[in-house]
């Protein structure tokens, strides 16, 4: 049995969208198998972007953000599902992940010249980037480069690995999402 906190990083609240469909039959397969779910709403939660250093390092989080570092902490398996807006994450789901991976949750203290300690290490992530282009154009041409970020420079630098990725393109096309749905459960069976 895995702990499996599901991060919905659509930043449109109403769950009408195919990330929303996506990580409900995540959630279903993973419960059903025996696993433990709990999901954060990315945009049902308030919350201020971090707009100083001394935002990121000294001040106090949210309550949303703060509950949202429990689920994080509790978990050991995370699943962030997002949709590719002009290339990269939606601009919340960046001021999210800024907000709960600050030093102190995500990373310890650094001394100089060296990284930070990796305060998440221990939990792995699967990353699943909705897209109306085709997967692999995504790849090949963007080089995926925003889900490298999010995994090298924000997810690898807390000390979470592996992370996985799926990238799914065309949900415009109704037989690719029956597929999706598909891989989404096993995922979710799996935890992974």
Known sequence: ?????????????????FGHALAEAYAKAALEAGHEVKQIQVAALEF???????EWHAAAPPAAIAE?????????????????????MPAVLKGFFEQVLRPG???????????????????S???????????????LYYRGHSVKSLRRNM????GIAPVRTSM?????????REKWLRQAAALGRRAD
């Not at 201020?48 to 001394?54: A, D, F, M, V």
């Not at 429990?70 to 590719?84: G, K, Q, T």
């Not at 997810?155 to 807390?158: A, E, M, S, W």
Request: net charge positive; charged share 15%; hydrophobic share 50%.
């Open 48 to 54: 201020p972007l971090l707009r100083t250093e001394q």
């Open 68 to 88: 949202a570092q429990r689920v994080v902490a509790w978990a050991a398996h995370l699943l962030i599902v997002f949709p590719l807006w002009m290339g990269d």
């Open 105 to 123: 949750f995500a990373l310890g203290e650094s001394k100089p010249g060296r990284l930070p300690a990796k305060l998440l290490k221990g939990r």
């Open 125 to 139: 992530a699967r990353v699943m980037v909705t897209m109306g282009m085709p997967a692999f154009f995504y790849r």
């Open 155 to 158: 997810l690898g630098l807390c």
């Open 1 to 17: 049995m895995t702990r499996v906190a599901i991060v919905q990083g659509h930043p449109d609240p109403a769950a009408t969208h």
């Open 168 to 176: 799914v393109g065309l949900v415009g096309v109704a037989g690719s």
